[in-house]
């Protein structure tokens, strides 16, 4: 494998900062791009830092000049007024230009699983998706019209030890640990597929620079799906309660009481969402699933119990589930 030199733009978030570690274990030349601000994930000594405000295209051209890249990955773009801004920046300037979509652009609720590649886009219901398929829309033109060498990449929900994957994270974790009921959406069933960032880390930084992965689209999510009631469940045993008291209430009733957490839920979390993988693997036959959440949670819960500080309960959010779990007993 030829070293490569990798522009991340982001590179400390929770889905990236994984794959700026891999490329550079593997002896990628990379640069990282951001404003400079993480104190939780530190970048590894060799990779270059320039300070810049991604959403800002005067800042980001000042600190880039007019360096080149065999490869740009994209992580803060968001509106497809952002997206044609990278066209201008980098079209002759780098090999491979990598959008940072999501899975949740997928059809919503899905009409036949497993997902694929070719699953049609279409989320009526948040306003991010609706966004990230907009960015989709405009590049895969770039590249049909103009030959822009884009590669799409749609992660699903990729966490690290930070990131809790339950609606209230750490607020249900302080209700597990206190004895308080748990809202669980749903009837708990569904599946849900979690994707560990160094296995998303593995499937990403394959792809960079690989010229079979230009014009083409993958989502990059592991095979690991359990139920709401297991992750639930896996957390709980993580957090030292063996029997959480998890009470199901229907997702739209949850939107309704907490609008701020409805699109996402509605739009996302409510349906089983499984996807095929077998495409990106036909590039990156090693990338798979190694850390399933029952070991996540451990992590998890050993990060938060060594940082008190990020064990913040949202007492808005705790009285919501009060009073959902209370109507929920009483019906």
């Known amino acids: 494998m030829s070293s490569k030199s990798i522009l991340f733009i982001g590179g400390s978030g929770i889905i990236s900062h994984a794959s700026v570690a891999r490329a550079a274990r593997l002896g990628h030349r990379v640069t990282v791009l951001n404003r400079g601000r993480s104190s939780?994930?530190?970048?590894?000594?060799?990779?270059?830092?320039?300070?810049?405000?991604?959403?800002?295209?005067?800042?980001?051209?000042?600190a880039l000049g007019g360096r080149e890249f065999d490869v740009v990955a994209q992580f803060r773009a968001f509106s497809p007024d952002?997206?044609?801004r990278d066209v201008a920046q980098f079209a002759g300037r780098t090999g491979q230009y990598v959008f940072i979509s999501s899975a949740s652009?997928?059809?919503?609720?899905?009409?036949?699983?497993?997902?694929?590649?070719?699953?049609?886009?279409?989320?009526?219901?948040?306003?991010?998706?609706?966004?990230?398929?907009?960015?989709?829309d405009l590049l895969v033109r770039e590249y049909r019209d103009n030959g822009f060498p884009a590669t799409i990449v749609r992660p699903s929900h990729t966490y690290d030890r930070t990131l809790l994957p339950t609606s209230g994270a750490w607020t249900d974790v302080a209700r597990m640990r206190?004895?308080?009921p748990v809202v669980v959406h749903g009837d708990g069933t569904s599946l849900w597929t979690l994707t560990h960032t160094e296995d998303f880390a593995v499937g990403f930084v394959g792809l960079l620079?690989?010229?079979?992965?230009?014009?083409?689209?993958?989502h990059i999510t592991g095979t690991h799906a359990p139920t709401w009631d297991q992750i639930y469940t896996w957390l709980a045993e993580a957090a030292g309660v063996p029997n959480p008291d998890l009470v199901h209430v229907a997702s739209e009733t949850i939107a309704r009481v907490l609008p701020e957490m409805g699109a996402g839920l509605v739009g996302d979390k409510a349906h089983s969402m499984v996807f095929d993988i077998s495409k990106v693997r036909t590039l990156v036959p090693?990338?798979?699933?190694?850390?399933?959440?029952?070991?996540?949670?451990?992590?998890?819960?050993s990060w938060f119990d060594a940082h008190p500080e990020a064990q913040v309960v949202d007492a808005d959010l705790d009285a919501a589930f009060d009073r959902l779990a209370a109507h929920a007993r009483s019906i």
Request: aromatic fraction near 8%.
């Open 105 to 136: 652009a997928y059809q919503t609720p899905p009409s036949r699983l497993p997902v694929r590649e070719s699953t049609p886009l279409r989320n009526p219901f948040w306003q991010y998706s609706r966004d990230k398929i907009a960015c989709e």
């Open 178 to 180: 206190t004895g308080k």
């Open 286 to 301: 090693e990338f798979g699933t190694t850390i399933t959440y029952d070991i996540g949670a451990v992590e998890q819960m």
């Open 40 to 62: 939780t994930r530190s970048l590894p000594a060799e990779v270059e830092t320039l300070v810049a405000d991604a959403n800002d295209a005067g800042s980001v051209a000042a």
């Open 209 to 218: 620079g690989h010229p079979l992965a230009v014009g083409d689209t993958f």
């Open 82 to 84: 952002h997206v044609a």
